[in-house]
């Protein structure tokens, strides 16, 4: 799961689908720099809470080359974050490997997850609605494979 800071989205995408799924791996990452080292923002921890998950441990990493060694399947939140991730691939297996999370619920729209650090309470609502649709997908995709 990949998002631009690794604060919002990513680490609730990451923490939801390790919540509902404990036989598919799964780890966030951000593009860039800004908050390595850091927990998820405040109010992605308050919106996991609320729904029974903790996300409060993570710890805010880039994404690297090394990621389309470690992960079969690499989702981007939004259209900005992909475009970063395919340029660092080495070969079309590479690039084969990134989707953006939102093809799961609808496919071949290339929809984008809002950044919801700039929309209050009500952002992070909205993305947990979005992230959930896509992970129940994720898990029957994967899960019995």
């Known amino acids: 799961m990949v998002c631009l800071g690794n604060i919002c989205r990513s ?22 720099n800004y908050h390595i080292g850091k927990s998820p923002d405040q109010r992605s921890i308050d919106i996991a809470k609320k729904y029974n998950f903790d996300i409060s441990k993570q710890v805010a990493r880039q994404f690297t080359s090394k990621d389309f060694t470690l992960f079969d399947k ?6 900005d974050n992909y475009s970063k991730i395919i340029s660092l691939a080495k070969n079309q297996n590479e690039i084969d490997k990134v989707d953006l999370i939102l093809n799961e619920i609808s496919p071949g729209k290339y929809q984008s997850i809002p950044d919801p650090y ?14 959930e649709k896509s992970c129940n997908q994720i898990i029957k995709k994967y899960e019995n494979r």
């Open 11 to 32: 680490p609730l995408a990451h923490g939801l689908l390790h919540f509902k799924s404990k036989k598919i791996t799964v780890d966030s990452a951000g593009t860039a």
């Open 118 to 131: 700039y929309g209050g309470k009500k952002g992070f609502e909205d993305i947990f609605d979005l992230l």
């Open 74 to 79: 690499i989702y981007a939140m939004d259209t």
